[in-house]
């Protein structure tokens, strides 16, 4: 897909987010409001207080909103939501083919969800990150692979993806790793985002359960490809739905 861009300098440091809005969400069986900035407005603050670069890509806010959100810190780019893969497992197509485009300017990133995830501190002055080039940075969870949900939730990639139980029995008692935070190298990273459209184009694209398929494609592609660059749990992330507000030595807050 096209999309219009900004101009960024050599070696910006880069964090974007995806609200696609006016689909029914089947994590909090609801529909966002379209055109509603206090759903982002947590998440855009603690960007631009930090004066780094972010990017909101989105398919409702009007002309006057776009407005009144962007500043230097701040894009907004409008996308066309393609309704054959839900929301959760489109906004990484958008995200590989922007980086397409832009991975030239680009020296690290981070791409997180937008209405629950907040910036508490600059991950790319961490030397934990600086030093670890070869790094995949993700959230986990206070929980392992293997759960009840998360067995329910990859019903249709066991069925597409032949070594999937094989991943599940040997990975089990590993910790949830959480797609709501990952972050690397440009160049790392964009080889994962190649993978994990591949994969979810192979195994999820005809998702017809009651679930996204983006938690267990995401688990499956790191574990299997990644497991020996993985740093995940803190300083990348908070405890998740533990709401640890004054939490200050992480680089982002999950709920």
Same mark, same amino acid.
């Given at each position: 897909?096209?999309?219009?861009?900004p101009?960024?300098? =050599?070696?910006?440091? +880069?964090?974007m /987010? @995806?609200?696609?809005?006016?689909?029914?969400?089947? %994590?909090?069986n609801?529909?966002?409001?379209?055109?509603?900035?206090?759903?982002?407005?947590d998440? $855009?603050?603690s960007? &631009? /207080?930090?004066n780094?670069?972010?990017?909101?890509?989105?398919?409702?806010?009007?002309?006057?909103?776009c407005?009144?959100?962007?500043? $230097?810190?701040?894009?907004?780019?409008?996308?066309?939501?393609?309704? *054959? !893969?839900?929301p959760?497992?489109?906004?990484?197509?958008?995200?590989?083919?922007?980086?397409?485009?832009?991975? *030239?300017?680009?020296?690290?990133?981070?791409?997180?969800?937008? &209405?629950?995830?907040?910036?508490?501190?600059?991950?790319?002055?961490?030397?934990?990150?600086?030093?670890?080039?070869?790094?995949l940075? @993700?959230?986990?969870? =206070?929980?392992?692979?293997?759960n009840?949900?998360?067995?329910?939730?990859?019903?249709?990639?066991?069925? %597409?993806?032949?070594? !999937?139980?094989? !991943?599940e029995?040997?990975f089990?008692? $590993?910790?949830?790793? %959480? @797609?709501?935070?990952?972050?690397g190298?440009?160049?790392?990273?964009?080889d994962?985002? *190649?993978?994990?459209?591949?994969?979810?184009?192979?195994?999820?694209?005809?998702?017809?359960?009651?679930? &996204?398929?983006?938690?267990?494609?995401?688990?499956?592609?790191?574990?299997?490809?990644? %497991? #020996? #660059? +993985?740093?995940?749990?803190?300083?990348?992330?908070?405890?998740?739905?533990q709401?640890?507000?004054?939490?200050?030595? @992480?680089?982002?807050?999950?709920?």
């Open positions: 897909m096209a999309v219009e861009s101009h960024f300098p =050599p070696n910006t440091n +880069l964090v /987010a @995806c609200h696609i809005t006016g689909v029914h969400d089947v %994590n909090r609801t529909t966002l409001a379209e055109d509603s900035y206090e759903l982002i407005k998440w $855009e603050q960007i &631009t /207080a930090a780094l670069q972010g990017v909101i890509f989105h398919n409702n806010f009007s002309k006057s909103t407005k009144s959100i962007e500043n $230097e810190n701040i894009s907004l780019i409008e996308i066309a939501y393609d309704p *054959q !893969y839900n959760n497992v489109f906004r990484y197509f958008v995200y590989r083919d922007f980086l397409e485009q832009h991975i *030239q300017q680009i020296n690290g990133i981070f791409i997180t969800d937008i &209405t629950d995830v907040v910036l508490v501190n600059n991950p790319f002055t961490d030397p934990l990150f600086s030093e670890n080039s070869t790094a940075f @993700c959230g986990d969870e =206070p929980k392992i692979l293997h009840d949900w998360m067995m329910a939730h990859a019903e249709n990639l066991r069925k %597409n993806i032949p070594d !999937y139980a094989a !991943y029995s040997t089990g008692n $590993e910790p949830l790793l %959480n @797609c709501g935070i990952i972050g190298s440009a160049s790392l990273f964009f994962f985002l *190649q993978q994990l459209c591949a994969i979810h184009q192979h195994a999820n694209r005809d998702n017809k359960t009651a679930y &996204t398929g983006d938690m267990g494609a995401f688990n499956y592609l790191a574990r299997t490809r990644f %497991n #020996q #660059q +993985l740093i995940h749990g803190a300083p990348v992330n908070t405890v998740l739905k709401y640890e507000n004054i939490r200050k030595d @992480c680089w982002f807050r999950h709920k």
